[in-house]
């Protein structure tokens, strides 16, 4: 069990301390423009500024499972018997690739340009049942 479950507490240690790192780097560079910047910069750090939140929101989802995994492994480890957590733990991990979507895509104006496409989808098919 440890060949199975080391390797992967090792490889979520170093993916928390990557993304943390990571995140302060961000921060930092955001902070430097924030504080130094004019008017051709001002986008420059807006785009900094949503990479962020983007990455936030990516390091929030992984994190959990991550945290997750670590709590299911120390769990068998120490012969505790946490089934809520593996059940948890399962369905976030199967659920990965759809909340990763929505964390990337599912956005304000995503949203508002779907909705005004099925408006104008839904438009279209009423006029063409007019027509016939």
């Known amino acids: 069990m440890i060949f199975y479950y080391g ?7 170093i993916n ?32 900094t500024k949503a990479d962020f939140i983007m990455f936030l929101r990516l390091f929030a989802i992984a994190g959990v499972i991550w945290l997750l995994n670590m709590l299911e492994m120390l769990s068998l480890l120490f012969e ?3 089934a809520s957590i593996k059940f948890i733990s399962d369905i ?3 659920a990965q690739g759809i909340l990763l979507l929505f ?7 995503v949203i508002e ?9 839904g438009q279209s098919i ?3 049942e007019t027509q016939v």
């Open 103 to 109: 964390a990337t895509i599912w956005k304000k104006n």
């Open 126 to 128: 009423k006029t063409s």
């Open 7 to 13: 390797p992967i507490c090792l490889i979520s240690v």
């Open 113 to 121: 340009s779907l909705v005004q496409r099925l408006k104008a989808k």
């Open 80 to 82: 505790i018997n946490f």
């Open 16 to 47: 928390i301390t990557l993304s943390v790192l990571t995140a302060r780097h961000i921060y930092v560079e955001s902070k430097l423009i924030e504080s130094t910047w004019n008017s051709s910069e001002s986008q420059r750090y807006l785009a």
């Open 92 to 94: 976030i991990l199967s």
